[in-house]
């Protein structure tokens, strides 16, 4: 469907690329510029899973599988779901329980996306700073994934989400493998004081255009309540 050469490929970020399209035009894309890629139906997932082989989504369902029951029935809030790629890969593989799974993005093209190449993945999908995530609150959300952002998510962004989160409950998310970096430490000194951590893996994230690895580490802590 695509054909994806690369332009710049130094360190995750600051890939560029260009595709060629069916009909024989081709664009420049920077990776992160996510508003223009989701606008090209399954472009993301081509790229992000099919040739860069991100494994964060197989990562998260990991630790999830391993220290949730998996007849408990799971109420799931995604934080920066994107096209939804995690929650097709929670669906796909049937593993766990899911009563309820909602999507929260920033980018409006996202949302659009995700109607369009994962449709009837998602019960529900928020817009921020739109629509009014204290319904969430209303929904018992006993899971919290972030895996699109959590490494650009704030320490307060952190705290505001996990309010949305009912007692008893879980959070799965990944960040960079770097121990001395400073955001890394303030995310999880503070979940460390206030959430049981279960687990922590180190993990290769994807490729780079350049075919070099980006390795992360993803973490699945739970509430303080759970038995």
Known sequence: MYK????????????IFRVEFADGTDKKFHIWDYSVLYKYPHLYRHLIVELLDCKVYEAIEHLLHSFIPSNLPLRIADIACGSGLMGKQLKNSGKLTIDYLAGVEIITEAITALERDTPDVYDKCFLLDHDDLSQLKEQNINCLLICGAANHLTLKDYQYY?????????VAFNLLSEPSEQHRKEILNWMDQHYRRLENQCYTHRKLLNG???????????????T
């Open 162 to 170: 996990l309010s949305l989160l009912s007692e008893q409950a879980y």
């Open 212 to 226: 070099s690895l980006v390795k992360h580490e993803v973490f699945i802590y739970g509430s303080m309540s759970l």
């Open 4 to 15: 994806i050469s690369q332009i710049k490929s130094d360190r995750q970020g600051d890939e």
